[in-house]
């Protein structure tokens, strides 16, 4: 498989690479202390054409490939994986399910703004009942004439409290299980609409994520995404796309946790020679250097396999699964070798190694939690579901 990167490709990491280090590298750790939204970059992301990288140039987007897609969030998330997050959302789970799914209207009013960066979007399928299960949610949308009058709690809606526009998974016929899961696009901020608690979070603490209420919100039909019924499907394939974006989220957190061990592993003296020197730490460094690139390797080919399913409308649910459970373990354990190998120093907040640390283990879990991946992953080599 040909990995050589094209002009283009070249091109738009340069400039993730360039934005992330002289824009989000000298904030990261104040909004990560403050938890504050970083409104600003997130803003001069917009308009650098990275909050709609695959969409086509008419719908307000940068009308580039997916290894585009990979290469930038890889940057944006070595510099600060809160940032990855937020620009991950907007791209894959909002702005690609509206692309891929939405009607030409819906394109025109949702999907041109979010994927220009005008405004952010968000993806809400789980509630506090049902994260993994993705098929039981409780909430529930009741059509009335011309509007579906929704009710319901749903959780841990990543920029939940900034997005105008959410892409929302809710039960229209609750007696058909999956089958009977609808989506359709929120507008925040009207009667019937109240963002929940805020989650207090562990790492990827300037990615604002929260509740959403429901009360009697009603929203008009021309505001459901596909048919009645088609919502799971909705969820579960445009979350195969999502999956590729967070694996190079933990892709960009595992290099930038290997980057600070080798340096530090170069300047730091312990009796009488840089530990570098020691074996302990070279076999380290070996196996995070190698666990890196095998993650690389898994995250280009679900991008290009991503790409040739896409034109013949096949899924490529395995290769997407496969990157995100290596590329997020991966970055747990490099980053749990790069604080061993600074010792002391990576376990204080005078160094961003135990950021990487704490915004590492989110990998693991959202998006389908390594267990899910691995469920996935066994269903598809034993010829199942
Ligand atoms: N693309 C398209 N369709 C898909 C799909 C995909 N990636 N995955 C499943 N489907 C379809 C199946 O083909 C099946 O369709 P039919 O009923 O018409 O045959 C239907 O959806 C139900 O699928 P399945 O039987 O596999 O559902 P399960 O409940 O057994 O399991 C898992 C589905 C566990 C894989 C799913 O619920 C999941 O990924 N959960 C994790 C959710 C998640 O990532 N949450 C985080 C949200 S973002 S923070």
Known sequence: MDFSLTEEQRMIRDLARDFAQNEIVPIAAEHDESGEFPAETIRKMGELGLMGIEIPPEYGGGGLDTLCYV???EEISKADAA???IMSVNNSLFCHALYKYGTEKQK??????VASGEVVGAYSLTEPMSGSDAGTMRSRAVRDGDEYVI???????SSGPVAKYILLFTMTAPE???HGITAFIVETGRPGFAHGKVEPKLGIRASATCECVYEDYRLPVANRLGEEGEGFKIAMSTLDEGRIGIASQALGIAEAAYEASVAYAKERYAFGQAIADFQAI?????DMATRIEASRLLIYNAALTKERAEQSGARYTRESSMAKLYASETAMWVATQAVQ??????????LPVERYFRDAKITEIYEGTSEIQRMVIARSVLGGK
Not at 108 to 113: A, G
């Open 341 to 350: 190998i600074h010792g002391g120093m990576g376990y204080s907040k005078e």
């Open 151 to 157: 009710n319901g709690r749903k959780s841990w809606v």
């Open 83 to 85: 940032h990855g997050t």
């Open 176 to 178: 058909k299980k999956h």
């Open 108 to 113: 025109q009013k949702y999907l041109i703004p």
């Open 282 to 286: 070279q076999w380290k460094l070996a």
């Open 71 to 73: 290469l930038a969030m």
